[in-house]
């Protein structure tokens, strides 16, 4: 278990308002210049500055360098499921509506599908036997082995690497599962390349394309109006 001292401050890091901001827009997917960030916090540079090394520091963060350009994103999957399992934690009130429709929706959840969408893929896997629900996460049965193989994803490079299979992430808009973890993640990537899903222009909002309502009732028997 972590030193209490440790939760507290990484709870104090993301528990500042203006670090809480630039983090769930890191979270959206891309990332982000530090000009970009203070922009979009209304902050100057140099507060900017000073947020993003303590956020570096408390490893939640990491930087990339292209020229002259310092790109900043979330360290490691692991930071954006425990930002989505906050949001988990954020009461959801009848009015206003907080989440915009689109983005409740579909969007993506550090890179794998979330929203009314990704919810209705997990469930619609589990009916057809593809996934079983194990008590944090799934296993996938031979039929979704096939299955997936015949979207064109290796589950067998999926499993030798260090990130659990399939985890049973729960989605803060639907408050139920979604499908994250590995498969979770290349099964996104390959619904992006067989374009049954796009991404929307700004943020980590996806929009269902044409293809995808076809695929998703001829796979799985999910159908939208």
């Known amino acids: 278990m ?25 979270l959206e997917g891309p990332a982000r210049t530090a000009g970009e960030l ?25 930087v990339e360098v292209q020229g002259r350009h310092r790109y900043y994103r979330l360290a490691h999957a692991d930071v954006a499921r425990a930002l989505e399992a906050l949001n988990v934690l954020v009461p959801q009130r009848a009015s206003p509506v907080r989440v915009p429709e689109p983005l409740r929706f579909a969007r993506t959840c550090y890179d794998h599908l979330a929203g009314t969408l ?17 008590e944090d996460g ?7 082995t096939r299955f997936v193989a015949r979207l064109g994803v290796d ?5 030798k690497g ?34 049954w899903i796009a991404r929307r222009p700004e943020g980590r909002g996806v929009r269902l394309t044409v293809e995808g309502r076809r695929g998703f009732d001829r796979e799985l028997g999910l159908t939208w109006p």
Not at 155 to 159: D, G, I, P
Not at 167 to 192: M, P
């Open 118 to 134: 990704g919810v209705a893929l997990a469930e619609g896997l589990e009916r057809r036997g593809y996934l079983e629900a194990e």
């Open 155 to 159: 589950t067998q490079s999926l499993a």
């Open 2 to 26: 972590p030193h209490p001292i440790d939760l507290a401050h990484i709870a104090s890091l993301i528990g500042d308002p203006t670090r809480a901001g630039m983090l769930a827009r890191l």
């Open 38 to 62: 203070a922009r979009e916090a209304g902050i100057s540079p140099q507060t900017a500055s000073g947020h993003l090394a303590r956020l570096l520091d408390g490893g939640l963060l990491r």
């Open 138 to 144: 799934y296993a996938l049965t031979p039929e979704g």
């Open 162 to 195: 260090r990130r659990t299979l399939a985890r049973r992430c729960l989605d803060w808009s639907e408050r139920r599962a979604h499908v994250g973890g590995a498969l979770g993640a290349a099964l996104t990537e390959r619904l992006f390349t067989l374009r």
